[in-house]
């Protein structure tokens, strides 16, 4: 938790308090899921605040620890990589589209099979009025930002290989994103009534996605802002959080046996050390640090413990 970047700490920690409240408040006759939970729009109890609100809340002790250890995995390395005031923004901006996205498959669904021509419906056990069955459509969970995340990283380090359970071998992030969505997407159309959320799962990764191409599209500041500042977040992922790399940005001068070295060469040295840094950085993105020879994974722990 120490070592983690202040974003990704906080939402974990965030989570779990909304957790414990969640715990506490059954004692107490208090249904938080209800009261902070994403409502149907037409539902009685629907309100605003919700669509930012429930994305803290959980359905159980497994629903957030899945949630939470994506966050901790996945979330860290694209704060590291893109900053947390983007991070954070690009968090937020996935979990209201996952919300929004389900408002919509609701009210298809709505429409679908006519709910507006009747005050009550029969649940097979008893009849409520349609205000309570509207009710129930609530929607909890981080999992829209979550798969938001996923996408991110899938996008950023693509040949990244990762092991799997159960696969017995690594799969790169692109495939494992792909394979992702693609069972997110048959599980939504087949209709499965397993209580998840499909469509708001793909609804966090549609709003990534568009959000990333927003950003790549506007490169002044988007989603790699210059590719000074993406490096440097880089080599900090790399050095432990800590920035040992900023002698490549602020060249200073040098004396070496009292003797001032000439400015331009020190400068112009410092420089395509910095370019090369720079490329072994860029080819760690593409391809993951495992793709790097030896000499380049010398340099790169070197340029760490300047």
């Given amino acids: 938790m120490m070592n983690m970047p202040p974003v990704t700490k906080n939402l974990i920690i965030i989570n779990l308090l909304f957790f414990l409240a969640k715990l506490v408040a059954v004692r107490y006759g208090v249904d938080l899921d209800n009261l902070l939970g994403l409502h149907f729009f037409l ?22 620890l899945f949630n939470m250890f994506a966050v901790w995995m996945f979330g860290r390395v694209m704060e590291s990589y893109w900053g ?11 979990g209201l589209g996952a919300g929004l996205v389900q408002e919509g498959v609701q009210y298809i669904q709505y429409l679908w099979q006519g709910l507006g021509a009747y005050d009550t419906v029969n649940i097979g ?22 798969y938001g995340i996923l996408l991110a990283f899938g996008m950023s380090f693509p040949n990244e290989r990762l092991f799997i359970f159960p696969l017995p071998v690594p799969i790169k992030a692109k495939f494992f994103v792909i394979g992702y969505a693609v069972i997110e997407l048959l599980s939504a ?47 900090k992922w790399f050095a432990g959080g800590r920035d040992r790399f900023s002698s490549y940005r602020k060249p200073k001068m040098n004396v070496s046996m009292g003797e001032r070295k000439d400015d331009y060469e020190y400068n112009a040295r410092k420089k395509a050390e910095a370019e090369e840094i720079d490329h072994i950085l860029e080819k760690v993105r593409k391809s993951g640090y495992t793709s ?7 340099k790169l722990f070197d340029a760490s413990q300047r």
Avoid at 51 to 61: A, E
Avoid at 126 to 143: E, K, P, Q
């Fill in 84 to 94: 947390g005031r983007r991070f954070l923004l690009y968090y937020v901006v996935c």
């Fill in 292 to 298: 790097l020879t030896e000499e380049e994974k010398r």
């Fill in 43 to 64: 539902a009685p109890d629907f309100n605003f605040y919700q669509f930012f609100t429930y994305m803290f809340m959980h359905g159980g002790v497994t629903h957030i």
């Fill in 125 to 146: 056990y008893t009849v409520i009025s349609m205000g309570d069955y509207l009710n129930r459509w609530t929607t909890i969970g981080a999992s829209g930002a979550v």
């Fill in 189 to 235: 159309l087949g209709n499965s009534g397993d209580g998840v959320a499909h469509f708001a799962h793909l609804g966090g990764m549609i709003f990534g996605l568009l959000l990333i191409l927003y950003w790549r599209r506007n490169s002044g500041g988007g989603y790699y802002g210059n590719r000074t500042s993406a490096a440097e977040r880089l080599k």
